[in-house]
């Protein structure tokens, strides 16, 4: 089992940068695959990003590919996601998540979320 942690969100204006930070407890850190998704105001929860427990696959929604990054550090047990060019429409908590296999369709552990608001 692993225990996910957001932090970094928080208030930004439109076209600025945030990054978030999700550490995760547990030694067996690279063997998931971690991912972000984001929920906004009466929406359901949609897919961000994935990475692979080698770093080399990654996976971005249309809507965030050339201004979201997400990376791995395996020394500190944290995936990023790096937030550039933010826009309104970005505004979601972002929530981090960890799969044995899938993140993006089989999601098994999440964190309590981070709130990102755009303002433009």
């Known amino acids: 089992q692993v225990q996910l942690v957001e932090s970094g969100g928080g208030l930004v204006q439109a076209g600025g940068s945030l990054r978030l930070s999700c550490a995760a407890s547990?030694?067996?850190?690279?063997?998931?695959?971690m991912g972000w998704f984001l929920q906004g105001p009466g929406k359901e929860r949609e897919f961000v990003a994935s990475?692979?427990?080698?770093?080399?696959?990654?996976a971005y929604a249309d809507s965030v590919k050339g201004r979201f990054t997400i990376s791995r550090d395996g020394a500190k047990n944290t995936v990023y996601l790096q937030m550039n060019s933010l826009k309104p429409e970005d505004t979601a908590v972002y929530y981090c998540?960890?799969?044995?296999?899938?993140?993006?369709?089989?999601?098994?552990?999440w964190g309590q979320g981070t709130q990102v608001t755009v303002s433009s």
């Open positions: 998540a960890a799969s044995h296999g899938v993140v993006r369709t089989t999601p098994e552990y």
């Open positions: 547990g030694r067996t850190f690279g063997t998931y695959t």
């Open positions: 990475i692979g427990w080698s770093s080399i696959s990654t």
